[in-house]
Nanobody, 118 residues
């Protein structure tokens, strides 16, 4: 059974940085794409960033390009999201996702709260 456990969320001032981590277990981590999604109150869950199985291909939402970086360490079964220059509109619950063999979102972590406020 796939388990994804996020960590690293918290309260940060505008302009600050956070790094989220997602530790995976229960699957062959290195063969699946991974993504970070977020959901703000009253809004739909949206894709923030995605990384291919080997890490060579990354994709970002326009709203975070140039500020966020997704990466992965297949030896540690972990995916990261480095978030810089954070804005209040980045406030949301951030979820880690593992894709299935058809590259569809399949498994979810429990989420970690990120709050950007002065």
């Amino acid at each position: 059974q796939v388990q994804l456990v996020e960590s690293g969320g918290g309260l940060v001032q505008p302009g600050g940085s956070l790094r989220l981590s997602c530790a995976a277990s229960g699957s062959i981590f290195s063969i699946f794409g991974m993504g970070w999604y977020r959901q703000a109150p009253g809004k739909q869950r949206e894709l923030v960033a995605r990384i291919s199985s080997g890490g060579a291909i990354t994709n970002y939402a326009d709203s975070v390009k140039g500020r966020f970086t997704i990466s992965r360490d297949n030896a540690k079964n972990t995916v990261y999201l480095q978030m810089n220059s954070l804005k209040p509109e980045d406030t949301a619950v951030y979820y880690c996702n593992q894709e299935d063999s058809l590259r569809r979102p399949a498994y979810w972590g429990q989420g970690t709260q990120v709050t950007v406020s002065s």
